[in-house]
């Protein structure tokens, strides 16, 4: 096996070499969907042995933490297409994790939450985040996750302040979805 381009932690792609000449003026862009591709790779790892797919955690963590929601108001919450939310939510319910029933409040409306089966995957789902976050940030020291972090959040800043002007964020320009 090759080794990666220079700098590079990985092997290298024998088709592509280095990067696709399309993303030469983009190498952060570029950096960060392999990194965001191989982060949800490995979340799907530890998530397909708890018996989730990646995604449905964000919407148990939401359930965890919220209580009983409108399903609407989880759809804005994760900020999916609502056919991705409600194929999530059907999954869910047939392995036991979510119920939803009518919203007594207003019968249109369904209401989503968490059963109490699912209260012991909510320390499952926390060892794998923890064993994720691991994973990811070996070899970094302290100050620089502190770092990452703090960069990361001037980068989603900027794309919030994008999505803000396209109308896909909230009225504040803050984006929806887990945090």
Same mark, same amino acid.
């Not at 919407?59 to 991705?84: F, H, N, Y």
């Not at 009518?102 to 409306?109: T, W």
């Given at each position: 096996m090759k080794?990666?381009?220079?700098?590079?932690?990985?092997p290298?792609?024998?088709?592509?070499?280095g990067?696709?000449?399309?993303?030469?003026?983009g190498?952060v862009?570029h950096?960060?969907?392999?990194?965001?591709?191989?982060?949800?790779?490995?979340?799907g790892r530890?998530?397909?042995?708890?018996?989730l797919?990646?995604?449905q955690?964000f919407l148990?963590? !939401?359930?965890w933490?919220?209580?009983a929601? +409108?399903? @609407?108001?989880?759809i804005k =919450?994760v %900020?999916?297409d609502?056919?991705?939310?409600?194929?999530?939510?059907?999954?869910?319910?047939?392995?036991?994790?979510? !119920?939803?029933?009518p919203?007594?409040d207003? +019968?249109? @409306?369904?209401l989503?939450? =968490?059963? %109490?089966?699912s209260?012991?995957?909510?320390?499952?789902?926390?060892?794998?985040?923890?064993?994720l976050?691991?994973?990811?940030?070996?070899g970094?020291?302290?100050?620089?996750?502190e770092?990452l972090?703090?960069l990361?959040?001037?980068v989603?800043?900027?794309?919030?302040?994008?999505?803000?002007e396209?109308?896909?964020?909230?009225?504040?320009?803050?984006?929806?979805?887990?945090?």
């Amino acid at each position: 096996m090759k080794a990666g381009p220079a700098g590079s932690a990985g092997p290298a792609d024998p088709v592509c070499p280095g990067p696709p000449s399309a993303a030469l003026g983009g190498p952060v862009s570029h950096a960060l969907s392999r990194v965001a591709r191989l982060h949800r790779t490995a979340a799907g790892r530890l998530l397909k042995g708890l018996g989730l797919y990646p995604g449905q955690e964000f919407l148990m963590m !939401c359930l965890w933490d919220a209580g009983a929601v +409108r399903q @609407a108001e989880l759809i804005k =919450a994760v %900020d999916l297409d609502p056919s991705t939310v409600t194929k999530m939510l059907q999954r869910l319910e047939q392995s036991g994790h979510v !119920c939803r029933r009518p919203d007594p409040d207003d +019968r249109r @409306a369904v209401l989503v939450e =968490a059963t %109490d089966e699912s209260c012991a995957l909510h320390s499952d789902v926390q060892r794998a985040w923890v064993e994720l976050e691991d994973h990811t940030l070996a070899g970094l020291e302290p100050a620089e996750r502190e770092e990452l972090i703090r960069l990361l959040a001037k980068v989603e800043a900027n794309l919030c302040r994008e999505a803000g002007e396209a109308g896909e964020c909230g009225e504040a320009g803050e984006c929806p979805g887990p945090r």
